[in-house]
């Protein structure tokens, strides 16, 4: 047996953030103006993700209620520009929880942030110019989250949305095919213990790419093609 590994030690860190990538969601608020949020609690099962969001910020409102946003997913090379949105809400006044840690109100984060907002075309909140993969969603459902635990719950909910219009640029489009994302082109801004960073260089060859992506393709997709444009 190889004993040469280190040995685990049991530890309590606040947080459990080993590294997710970054999502700017715009929202619509009630006065039609646009809301931008970085998050970064998210994966995606085929052509829906599960958000995890403070049922107190203005994203989950603004989607609840409007039950559309836009995934816009920034490169590491935008991370200025998300870093200047930390801290930031819109909602006003800014919820006690959030004042003590320092939040402030911003009613135009896209200005904030130094992004544009470019119309959509199959739901209200605009795309994100700047960031090179923007998904159109809606909001499937809802589910609870430690929703076993009085202290917490209805404080954090998982927001099931499903995409309808996916958006790239084209430089991390893989040469040569129409619907292949090059996941050698595409940089994804991670967020690790609050910190932000971006990928290295693929590490290994993946038995797991040996499958034809087309085999994951989901009635989600036919379904999203009838989504007419407003
Ligand atoms: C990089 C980054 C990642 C974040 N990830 C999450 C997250 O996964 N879930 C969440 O509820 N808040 C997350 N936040 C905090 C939200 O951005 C914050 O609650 C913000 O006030 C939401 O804006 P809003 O109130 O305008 O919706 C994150 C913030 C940053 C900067």
Not at 79 to 90: K, M, P, W
Not at 146 to 171: I, K, N, T, Y
Not at 194 to 214: D, F, M, N, W
Request: hydrophobic share 40%.
């Amino acid at each position: 047996m190889n004993t040469t590994f280190p040995l685990h030690t049991a530890i309590e860190p606040g947080i459990l953030y080993f590294g997710t990538p970054v999502v700017l969601i715009s929202t619509t608020n009630e006065d039609g103006s646009a809301n931008l949020a970085p998050m970064s609690s998210a994966f995606w099962l085929g052509w829906r993700a599960m958000l995890g969001l403070g049922a107190r910020s203005k994203t989950t409102q603004n989607l609840r209620r409007t039950r559309e946003c836009v995934l816009n997913l920034p490169s590491s090379a935008l991370a200025a520009a998300v870093d200047r949105l930390a801290l930031t809400t819109g909602s006003d006044p800014v919820p006690p929880g959030k004042q003590q840690r320092g939040y402030f109100h911003v009613a135009d984060k896209f200005a904030r942030a130094g992004l544009t907002a470019v119309p959509s075309e199959t739901v209200a909140p605009p795309r994100v110019a700047e960031c090179p993969v923007a998904m159109e969603a809606v909001l499937e459902a809802t589910h609870p989250f430690a929703a076993d635990d009085e202290a917490q719950d209805g404080s954090v909910v998982g927001l099931e949305v499903r995409v309808q219009r996916v958006f790239v640029h084209d430089d991390i489009r893989l040469p040569g095919t129409e619907d292949h994302v090059d996941p050698d082109a595409w940089r994804p801004l991670i967020m690790s213990f609050q910190k932000l960073y971006g990928l290295g260089s693929q590490v290994h060859e993946s038995t797991l790419a040996s499958i034809p992506e087309r085999l994951y393709r989901g009635p989600d997709i036919d379904r999203a093609r009838q989504v007419q444009t407003r």
